[in-house]
T-cell receptor, first 118, second 111 residues
């Protein structure tokens, strides 16, 4: 499976500020995704990070609030803008990878970024 | 209707018990199916992919019923270390290659 790292692993931020989360993969991957997981909840897809073009956002998420970059096939960033306490969550980067002999993609996650907004 | 539905539990079982989790999905065009395990304050980790014919990995057995749009995970001889949340995940091919997550089923294995 791909090895995924995220920075920072956690942060505590003041409301109204912005935080950029980085996701680095050890190999070139086609699909990269950003998820949010609020306490006690399952994962919610924020957007698909597209290399060389604008990200594809899910309903309820907009580019002004969650701008995403993906300059190449191994790196992406997610910015949480103008933060409020409701943005406190774990943010997870994921990639899909097709192992040899497997006819479909499997998804692997980074370790997550734990964000607390005061 | 949610894309993927699971019983949230918690399932509280003694060590050595056999426990089964079920999951239903709404999109008949779904192509691939997975069980993930998520430990507290950790990222989800792939436990098993679910093949059409069903598959087994040690104490874990996964089954797929396409006609009923239903996936199951059976854990035999439960260990304390099996305590975690188990997420059912369904993938639908298409332009966005989306993965849909169930809300997870929490398992507590007690001594």
């Amino acid at each position: 499976s791909a090895v995924i790292s995220q920075k920072p692993s956690r942060d505590i931020c003041q409301r109204g500020t912005s935080l950029t989360i980085q996701c680095q993969v050890d190999s070139q991957v086609t699909m990269m995704f950003w998820y949010r997981q609020q306490p006690g909840q399952s994962l919610t897809l924020i957007a698909t990070a597209n290399q060389g073009s604008e990200a594809t956002y899910e309903s309820g998420f907009v580019i002004d609030k969650f701008p995403i970059s993906r300059p190449n096939l191994t790196f992406s960033t997610l910015t949480v803008s103008n933060m409020s306490p409701e943005d406190s969550s774990i943010y997870l980067c994921s990639v899909t990878h097709r192992a040899g002999g497997v006819p479909y993609n499997e998804q692997f996650f980074g370790p997550g970024t734990r964000l607390t907004v005061l | 209707r949610k894309e993927v539905e699971q019983d949230p539990g918690p399932f509280n079982v003694p060590e050595g018990a056999t426990v089964a989790f079920n999951c239903t999905y709404s999109n008949s065009a779904s192509q691939s199916f997975f069980w993930y395990r998520q430990d507290c304050r950790k990222e989800p980790k792939l436990l098993m992919s679910v093949y059409s014919s069903g598959n087994e990995d040690g104490r874990f057995t996964a089954q797929l019923n396409r006609a009923s749009q239903y996936i199951s995970l059976l854990i035999r001889d439960s260990k304390l270390s099996d305590s975690a949340t188990y997420l059912c995940v369904v993938n639908t091919y298409g332009n966005f290659n989306k993965f849909y997550f169930g809300s997870g089923t929490k398992l507590n294995v007690k001594p």
